[in-house]
């Protein structure tokens, strides 16, 4: 989707806000927003795609102007809603005015200790097919995305670079977004910054991991 | 799913903007009231999360690593092998992180890293990012003028220095190295990582100061 989320290479945004307070949450608000997200129960098919996805629907003046957590949120309540979790009229109120909703018992608290013991979630899955590239390989991206979810940033696309790591077969997040879990071979390509950007007088690699349907040989 | 999820999602990003309340903090109280009641969440495992993430894990997780690396070869040979298992081995590293790779900073390269299409970040080692991380300031400069933002963090790299930006495109988490500053021979683990900041582990920061060590 060539939406405003695709941000690498936009000009006109300012400078960095580098005063900010070093602190892990900025309010108590964005702290409990942060947590519920973590502690909620979520269909299976809510995939961490699927959420991205539905974050880089927001529209843009909202996605550019309201603060991160919040999105969150927004987020996870138009996926309860687009999964008739809840409906809009209660997540404003914050009352159900419905039945309860069976996905188990909600996690505990002691859920957050465990969670050190265990890995956190796997992406990575076995693959049988050979790999199309290896590394050193010279590859080109696709000049253009599709409607959908995709790690393909638009600033990237229809380039040459270089496979300068292969990372294993992944689960490809454009039909992960949709519910369907495919894996993919993943490789870490190298640009010169000075290709992206021609003239600009840069002297920079950008390295980006691309799953292998975004390449193609050269 | 209909035939447009795109435009579906869109109406009810819309619906839902227009009927809750504006203040975040009233949207998110909605929602921890309204999913305990349909009982999907169980709010003392929110207060236990916003406790670990404000006590526990946070960059001083990251500073464990970088300072564990310095001193011993071995751990660091393993850790940029492959991070994730390396990191296993330390009792203060946080929580896992699936898929961490380890990138260091020598005289002649310098890391940097960013996340263009959301905010991808290793949570469990550095804690939540900070804002300016997540903004579309630092998401759309740092791959196209990296030596200008890095200015904006008081940072100037030599002319030579082999620049390179990771952007976290899949799940694959990136941790900056650093280099051990020059004045710190001697110093045990703890006192090391007393000197590793945050910044320094997504390289917008690179000469750590010893005098800001604790003794």
Known sequence: MDGIHDLGGR???????????????????????????????????????????????????????????????????????????????????????????????????????????????????????????????????????????????????????????????????????????????????????????????????????????????? | MSADPQKETGDIHHELHSHLPPEPALRVKAMESLLVEKGMLDPATVDAWVEAYSEKIGPKCGAAIVARAWIDPDFKARLLENGTEAVKEMETAGWAVAHLRVIENTDDVHNLVVCTLCSCYPHAILGPPPNWYKMAAYRSRAVREPRVVLEEFGVTLPDDIDLRIWDSTSELRYLVLPQRPAGTEGWDEERLASIVTRNSMIGTHRDLDPSAGSA
Do not use: C
């Open chain 1, 11 to 218: 000009q006109g945004f300012g400078k960095v806000d580098v005063g900010e307070k070093e602190e892990a949450f900025h309010s108590d608000w964005e702290a409990r927003a942060f947590a519920i997200v973590r502690a909620m129960s979520k269909p299976s098919n809510w995939t961490l795609d699927k959420f991205r996805f539905t974050r880089e629907q927001i529209d843009p003046v909202n996605y550019l102007s309201r603060p991160y957590y919040d999105q969150w949120i927004q987020s996870y309540a138009a996926l309860m809603v687009g999964s008739g979790v809840a409906s809009v009229e209660e997540l404003a109120s914050g009352k159900s005015s419905g039945a309860a909703v069976d996905l188990g018992t909600p996690r505990g608290p002691e859920s957050v200790a465990a969670e050190k013991d265990h890995a956190a979630a796997q992406f990575e899955r076995p693959y049988d097919a050979p790999f199309k590239f290896e590394k050193g390989t010279t590859v080109r991206t696709l000049p253009h995305a599709h409607k959908g979810h995709t790690r393909l940033p638009s600033y990237v696309r229809g380039h040459e670079g270089q496979v300068i790591e292969v990372r294993g077969a992944f689960i490809f997040p454009d039909e992960s977004a949709e519910g369907v879990e495919r894996a993919e071979p993943l490789y870490t390509v190298a640009f010169d910054a000075g290709d992206l950007w021609p003239g600009e007088d840069l002297d920079h690699a950008v390295h980006i991991d691309l799953w292998e349907s975004y390449l193609e040989p050269v």
